[in-house]
C-alpha cells in the first residue's frame, strides 16, 4: 500500500486549503483514515480521521475548522482546512490503520506527507 499526500501549499491567515491522500495497491475502504501533522521541534499530531463506517473524529485543534472526508470509489482521503492559522504551518501525514483513531500506533500504512505553511 502506498499513501501519497498533496494538496499543501502557501496560503495566508484566514485562508483555505484541501490536501489529499490517494491510496494504491489495495482498497482502504474498511481501514481508518487519519490526517496527522508535525511542526519543526515538535512531535506528530492527531488532526482528524474517518473510521470504516464513516465516523469522524477530530483533534480540539480542527474542530470547527476542517473537514475530513473520503472517497472509497477513489481510494481518497480529503482534509479541507479552512480559517487557517499561523499555527496550523506543519507537515500534514495521512495514514491508514485499524486501531485508536487518534493513536499514531494504530496506523501501519504512512504518506509521505505534504507542507502547509499559513503566513501570518
Known amino acids: 500500500v502506498q499513501l501519497q499526500a498533496s494538496g499543501g501549499g502557501l496560503v495566508p491567515a484566514g485562508g483555505s486549503l484541501r490536501v489529499s491522500c490517494a491510496a494504491s495497491g489495495r482498497s482502504l475502504s474498511s481501514y481508518t483514515r487519519g490526517w496527522f501533522r508535525q511542526a519543526p521541534g515538535k512531535e506528530r499530531e492527531f488532526v482528524a480521521a474517518?473510521?470504516?463506517?464513516?465516523?469522524?473524529y477530530y483533534a480540539d485543534s480542527a474542530k470547527g475548522r476542517f473537514t475530513i472526508s473520503r472517497d472509497n470509489a477513489k481510494n481518497t482521503v480529503y482534509l479541507q482546512m479552512n480559517s487557517l492559522k499561523p499555527e496550523d504551518t506543519a507537515v500534514y501525514y495521512c495514514a491508514a490503520g485499524l486501531g485508536v483513531p487518534s493513536q499514531t500506533r494504530a496506523y501501519g500504512y504512512w504518506g509521505r506527507g505534504t507542507q502547509v505553511t499559513v503566513s501570518s
Open positions: 474517518i473510521d470504516g463506517s464513516g465516523r469522524i
